[in-house]
């Protein structure tokens, strides 16, 4: 009996390996094919000739937001984007801190939905932004990590596409270098002063505003910072080119010297550091920037997908003034000049 019972065991295993072989085979087929037929869908999908959902087509795009903050107009930004075939992702900017991607809006019924962790602001929980389309343009709520809400409206940014080549006029002393004519402080809390003929923010204060206003152009500047400052330029008033004490060392990022705030990166870090003079040069033609930074070109022809924050306004496309952050630590300065483009 024993020897029968262990030989039936033996059996039994033998058939049930048999059986597991085969289905393991079969699911091995199955899931080959399975693979087989997502691998050809793949390469068989072309991003150019993609289908755009009709719920969702007239959402694409960038737009500029402007939000009532408590009776008070800030500028805001988001950019919708399609990914694969349904899924909306996208980036959004408010009127502080970097840009911010979006893993995924919601769009239900015409109305699209997101959330959004806290940046510089701090704090727990999420942002909610709430939108839809009214006539072309969106509206909707922002609602912070604190339960405060906000009503927004938006329109879409503008391409700022250039049709012919830029001609250039003549260049203007943005800084004479005795006191601050052509500039306007952001606030009473002034810091700006010029001392021996260099125009110094000797410590957080407003910022400073040029009073003309600007569309396409090239500014050269001289500046230095003391160790651990932060400063910026904003081109049109709108686009932050940063001014930081980043060390030689750190690698290029989007938050660092010489990149435009939250969006594009330096190549390559060229600072001579703190306490020195450094030089900058910037071209902007419509979205174009071009940043060289000690006689090194970092950023070439890129596009400035839309406003970065601490923008004056998102009207992109107005002329705006050039204005120097002052409200985030020392700077100085001693050679502004802007050539306008005609």
Known sequence: MIKQFAYGLAFTGLLGFGL???QQGASDKNNAGQDSTAQKEEVEHNPASQTIPEESKDLLGRWDLTVDKGGKQVPSWIEIKLSGFTTL?????????????????????GKFSFAIPPQWEGGEGDF???????????????TSNTGEKYTFTGVKAPYLNRTAAVSWGQPVELFNGKDLTNWKPSNENNKWVVKDGI???????????????FEDFK?????????????????RGRYEVQIEDSPKDRHPGTLYLGAVYGFLAPNEMVTKGPNEWNTMDITLVGRLVTVAINGKTVINNQE?????GGALDSK???????????????IEFRKITLTPGK
């Open 20 to 22: 597991t072989s085969c």
């Open 89 to 109: 992702v996208g980036a959004w900017v408010g009127d502080s801190g970097s840009s911010r991607p979006i893993s995924h809006i919601k769009l239900v019924d």
């Open 128 to 142: 909610v932004i709430e939108g839809e389309l009214a006539a072309g343009n969106l509206k909707g709520t922002i």
């Open 199 to 213: 125009l110094t923010n000797e410590a957080a204060g407003a910022n400073l505003i040029t009073e003309q206003t």
């Open 219 to 235: 500014v050269s500047l001289e500046y230095r910072y003391p160790e651990g400052s932060n400063s910026g330029i904003y081109l």
């Open 304 to 308: 400035i997908p839309g406003i970065t």
């Open 316 to 330: 992109e496309g107005e002329p705006g003034p050039l204005y120097i952050q002052g409200d985030h630590g020392p």
